[in-house]
């Protein structure tokens, strides 16, 4: 069973972050109450015309650049005709012919290696309204119907579970950091489809086609649990259908939806109602100096400054943490310290108070000023702690709050000595310990020191003076 090779390939239909619909006048927006953002366009009353929100190829323009496809200077509009409740027009207007994009890659890294996933097209469609299913009734949401969104194509280039989730977790980093969409995968704006395949020789198995992946861990759940039940029936000479499936996270398993019919006619024909949409180097310039600095450049300038990967990942999830940390690049203070910080005391007082590191008074002074002291010695950690709900909550500089709590940070080696002295002195079974080996004991006489100097003592050099006592 281990001889058989996956291929997949996947689909992300992406919402774009409008204000309004692509053909109407109506409220982008998420969680309203149901049927309030709707109008006669949105509901596909006979005789209404679509107008197209420029914004949207904007946005689309902006996602296939970042995609690294060739653009399509001259696109236009089809209609996808199919009937289904949640289809107001009876088709659904998209891009079959011209998509805005084609030919394009994304470069993903699984376990150190690199590899480019190819991306066959992105192309700009409408959604579909909203079906909702209680019992026997079924209930229509038109909020969705006309919302602005992108489908991006991939080529079977994926062999692994782990292979696929970077990809749909790269795709999210790139649209999040584009501000393309919010990319929030349980609200819908991010839904991903996925092809899958598995086969011992070269020719491609029978796919299945797993719809509507609630969650970037589920593709790699559903993809491994689709493998294992297509590998069972070849190895019991049965042959896979070509279907639809869903993934039931509940039950860990794949679950048949319909068996799909050999080609579907659409009778896709060009949009008449909408003009030929024409892309010239001017909008693509413009489009371009829109792009902020993405995550991988994110990554690469954070490591470069020293901080490890894991930090650097931790601080890129939190948009508004990296937008940040990125006012002081070239600011000269220790970058390591800074992502400490922020990813510790300061992100836990943030999830506490449900804040926006914007929206409290810590200044960019105060952040830098915090900062020097904590690498100079002149601040440690508790000291730090103790202070930051007046340095996010008080237009104070940090000067005047040390000052008012008398705050003292002892940095004379001479006086740290004597305390260091007296401390070994009185705890020589730990003396004992960590010079027969036990090296985690300084850990307790360094909290004996701290102790005796109540948390006011610069813990490196501290550390450095103790263990050079302890090592004669």
């Keep these: 069973m281990t001889d058989y090779k996956k291929t997949i390939g996947i689909e992300i239909h992406v919402e774009l972050k409008t204000k309004t619909k692509i053909f109407s006048d109506s409220i982008n927006g998420y969680g309203r109450t149901a049927?309030?953002?709707?109008?006669?366009?949105?509901?596909?009353?006979p005789g209404t015309?679509?107008?197209?929100?420029?914004?949207?190829?904007r946005l689309a323009l902006k996602a296939a650049l970042i995609l690294n496809c060739d653009i399509n200077r001259e696109m236009h509009f089809d209609r996808k005709n199919y009937f289904y409740p949640d289809l107001p027009k009876g088709y659904q207007i998209t891009q079959f012919e011209t998509p805005i994009g084609t030919d394009g890659y994304v470069e993903i890294e699984v376990n150190?290696?690199?590899k480019k996933i190819r991306i066959h097209d992105i192309h700009i469609e409408e959604d579909t309204c909203k079906s909702i299913h209680y019992k026997n009734h079924s209930f229509l949401d038109f909020n969705r119907a006309g919302v602005p969104l992108v489908e991006i194509v991939t080529e079977?280039?994926?062999?692994?579970s782990e292979e696929a989730m970077a990809y749909v977790e790269k795709l999210r980093e790139l649209f999040l950091y584009a501000d393309i969409s919010d990319c929030k995968i349980e609200e819908g704006s991010m839904r991903c489809d996925v092809n899958i395949s598995v086969s011992k020789t070269e020719e491609l198995g029978t796919r299945a086609e797993i719809k509507n992946i609630g969650s970037i861990s589920n593709v790699g759940r559903a993809i491994e649990k689709e493998a294992e039940r297509q590998i069972a029936l070849l190895e019991k000479g049965e042959e896979i259908a070509f279907a639809t499936y869903r993934y039931d996270e509940k039950n860990d398993a794949t679950i048949m939806m319909r068996v799909k019919e050999a080609g579907n006619d659409y009778r896709y024909f060009p949009e008449p109602d909408i003009p030929f949409v024409l892309?010239?180097?001017?909008?693509?310039?413009?489009?371009?100096?829109?792009?902020?600095?993405?995550a991988s450049e994110r990554r690469e300038k954070y490591m470069a400054f020293g901080i490890s990967l894991l930090n650097a990942n931790k601080i890129i999830q939190n948009r508004s943490l990296s937008n940040y940390l990125n006012k002081f690049l070239?600011?000269?203070i220790d970058l390591v310290i800074a992502s400490n910080i922020l990813l510790g005391d300061i992100s836990f007082y943030l999830n506490k108070t449900g804040l926006d590191i914007e929206s409290t008074k810590l200044t960019d002074e105060k952040f830098i000023d915090i900062v020097k002291r904590i690498?100079?010695?002149?601040?440690?950690?508790?000291v730090f702690k103790e202070i930051l709900d007046e340095l996010l909550e008080e237009d104070t500089s940090v000067e005047e709050i040390i000052s008012r709590r008398g705050i003292k940070i002892i940095n004379d080696p001479t006086e740290l000595k004597?305390?260091?002295?007296?401390?070994i002195a009185n705890n020589s079974a730990s003396v004992n310990d960590y010079q027969n080996g036990n090296t985690r004991a300084i850990k307790f006489l360094m909290g004996q020191i701290m102790k005796e100097t109540k948390g006011s003592a610069n813990p490196e050099l501290v550390n450095k003076l103790l263990e050079e006592e302890l090592n004669k």
């Design 156 to 160: 079977a280039d994926m062999h692994s």
């Design 49 to 57: 015309l679509p107008t197209l929100n420029v914004e949207v190829i």
């Design 418 to 423: 004597t305390i260091i002295e007296k401390v």
């Design 112 to 114: 150190g290696d690199k």
């Design 279 to 294: 892309i010239d180097d001017t909008l693509i310039d413009d489009v371009k100096k829109t792009i902020p600095m993405l």
């Design 35 to 45: 049927n309030s953002n709707v109008n006669v366009v949105d509901l596909g009353y």
């Design 330 to 332: 070239d600011s000269g």
């Design 375 to 382: 690498s100079s010695g002149e601040l440690n950690s508790k």
